[in-house]
């Protein structure tokens, strides 16, 4: 589950400004906090669990998307951090970036991007596409 902002986000504004300044040209960046259920279950029963939650969804603000798998899709790296959790849900912060022609990066540029700014490997970990193809 991905649960992004339907409102302008400032978070992945200031990501997108920091990250020219270093050198990655971008055309977008999404930002959403990214819930992985170790339970298995309907789609529509984590979903609902989610937009119950007030701490996690408010329908004013935030958008639900039901991701493929459970794995970053093409452009978008994954940031783990130390003890992130909610319920039975490993949480990320994902980061999907966008280049020319509002196609998603390539792995070297997101790699890059993760190492310059968005991962903190001292208490984070990033996780990438696991292949490209597939995404």
Same mark, same amino acid.
């Given at each position: 589950?991905? @649960?992004?902002?339907?409102?302008?986000?400032?978070?992945?504004? %200031?990501?997108? %400004?920091?990250?020219?300044?270093?050198?990655?040209?971008?055309?977008? @960046?999404?930002?959403?906090?990214?819930?992985?259920?170790?339970? *298995?279950?309907? #789609?529509?029963? =984590?979903?609902?669990?989610? %937009?119950?939650?007030?701490? @996690?969804?408010?329908?004013?603000?935030?958008?639900?998307?039901? =991701?493929?798998?459970?794995? *970053?899709?093409?452009?978008?790296?994954?940031?783990?951090?130390?003890?992130?959790?909610?319920?039975?849900?490993?949480?990320? @912060?994902?980061?999907?970036? /966008?280049?020319?022609?509002?196609?998603?990066?390539?792995?070297? %540029? =997101?790699? #890059? #991007? #993760?190492?310059?700014?968005?991962?903190? *490997?001292?208490?984070?970990?990033?996780? /990438? *596409?696991?292949?490209?193809?597939?995404?």
């Amino acid at each position: 589950m991905a @649960v992004g902002l339907k409102i302008p986000d400032n978070e992945a504004y %200031t990501a997108q %400004t920091a990250l020219e300044r270093l050198g990655i040209p971008l055309a977008r @960046v999404e930002r959403s906090a990214i819930y992985v259920f170790q339970a *298995p279950a309907p #789609a529509d029963e =984590l979903a609902a669990r989610v %937009t119950r939650n007030e701490s @996690v969804f408010n329908p004013n603000k935030h958008r639900l998307r039901v =991701l493929d798998a459970n794995a *970053p899709r093409s452009g978008e790296v994954w940031i783990e951090e130390a003890g992130a959790r909610w319920a039975d849900a490993d949480r990320y @912060v994902g980061w999907r970036l /966008f280049g020319e022609g509002d196609r998603p990066v390539d792995r070297a %540029t =997101l790699e #890059a #991007a #993760a190492e310059r700014l968005l991962c903190n *490997p001292a208490i984070e970990r990033a996780h /990438f *596409p696991k292949n490209e193809e597939e995404r």
